[in-house]
């Protein structure tokens, strides 16, 4: 059975980091198209960024500079590494699967979401 | 960037109405379409990719159709789970970007 489970978020203040985690569970993170997806709390959804199977990165323009996305292989985990932080980043971060074949897929699998707030 | 537009934001219907949503793109995209629906508190699901392909477990009620700029997605006859928010999705840029609709909100009459 697919599973994610995303971690790491919490209360942050503007300027800070953050990790956010996701530990997959029956496939590997390494051969499928990861995304982050967020949504800011009564908004709808901003997809935020991507890492192929080959390793290549792509981010929302809203976030390149500051986000890094990643996998460990060995642990079969995806993370997005959050810089200099915002208050208009404060959302719902959610990690998604965008199958295997071609990132020109939609997103079949989600995570159920950690929450990220970023204030004073 | 592509964008991509929905309509209506949000409308009321009640169970057994037959509801369409649309979704324009700001260029073609082909079929590269998905739709998804989000219930409060939950991650959204996805129920149609490729404009019109059902994903699987999805009811035969929902269905889509489109390609290039303009899709639609349609309930034949609304179930009291039906009334959630939902949203269309590209997947055809590249750069990729995965840009979303805003979303529309099906709520109860």
């Known amino acids: 059975e697919v599973q994610l489970v995303e971690s790491g978020g919490g209360l942050v203040q503007p300027g800070g980091s953050l990790r956010l985690s996701c530990a997959a569970s029956g496939f590997t993170v390494s051969s499928n198209y990861m995304s982050w997806v967020r949504q800011a709390p009564g908004k709808g959804l901003e997809w935020v960024s991507v890492i192929y199977s080959g390793g290549s990165t792509y981010y929302a323009d809203s976030v390149k500079g500051r986000f890094t996305i990643s996998r460990d292989n060995s642990k079969n985990t995806l993370y997005l590494q959050m810089n200099s932080l915002r208050a208009e980043d404060t959302a719902v971060y959610y990690c998604?699967?965008?199958?295997?074949?071609?990132?020109?897929?939609?997103?079949?699998?989600w995570g159920q979401g950690t929450l990220v707030t970023v204030s004073s | 960037a592509i964008r991509m537009t929905q309509s209506p934001s949000s409308f009321s219907a009640s169970t057994g109405d037959r509801v369409t949503i649309t979704c324009r793109a700001s260029?073609?995209?082909?079929?590269?379409l998905a739709w998804y629906q989000q219930k409060p508190g939950k991650a959204p699901k996805l129920l149609i990719y490729?404009?019109?392909t059902l994903q699987s477990g999805v009811p035969s009620r929902f269905s889509g159709s489109g390609s290039g700029t303009d899709f639609t997605l349609t309930i034949s006859c609304l179930q009291s789970e039906d009334f959630a928010t939902y949203y269309c999705q590209q997947y055809y840029s590249y750069p990729p970007m995965y840009t979303f609709g805003q979303g529309t909100k099906l709520e109860i009459k």
């Open positions: 998604a699967r965008a199958g295997s074949y071609s990132p020109n897929t939609p997103h079949d699998y």
């Open positions: 490729a404009a019109s």
């Open positions: 260029q073609g995209i082909s079929s590269y």
